[in-house]
């Protein structure tokens, strides 16, 4: 039942009120909190800056330890190479030193087989010329 303006009866009328007051002391509310927010970041720039310029001094530094990281690694490579060239050579000339010490003994051996042998046949040639 229409009452006032726009048909409206003084309850509704009412209600609105309430929904208004409510959604003022909301917007209020919803305010203090945006400043406390506001404030709250404006105290943190500073910071905020500081940390920023920590983060980049971080970076490079991790940059530089990558750097030298790879340049270590790239080092230790090469010079892996050539311990197991050395390795290598190490080891054919250790068997090429056990061979030719294989082959003065058995020169050794000869020599004195073939002493003993001129040994015998000169005492043979001396006994049958005497």
């Not at 039942?1 to 309430?18: E, I």
């Not at 056990?98 to 006994?127: I, N, S, Y």
Request: glycine share 6%; hydrophobic share 40%.
């Amino acid at each position: 039942m229409p009452h006032g303006a726009w048909g409206r009866s003084k309850r509704d009328w009412r209600t609105c009120g309430l929904t208004l007051t409510r959604t003022e002391s909301d917007l209020r509310a919803a305010r203090a909190r945006m400043e406390i927010a506001i404030e709250s970041l404006a105290a943190l720039e500073p910071k905020r800056s500081v940390l920023e310029q920590e983060r980049e001094r971080l970076r490079s530094e991790q940059a530089a330890a990558r750097t030298t990281a790879q340049a270590v690694q790239t080092a230790a490579r090469e010079l892996a190479v050539r311990v197991e060239s050395r390795r290598t050579a190490h080891a054919t000339t250790t068997t090429t030193l056990e061979r030719v010490q294989k082959q003065l003994e058995g020169l050794a051996m000869r020599r004195d087989v073939t002493g003993r042998a001129a040994r015998g046949w000169r005492g043979a040639a001396r006994g049958a010329a005497g």
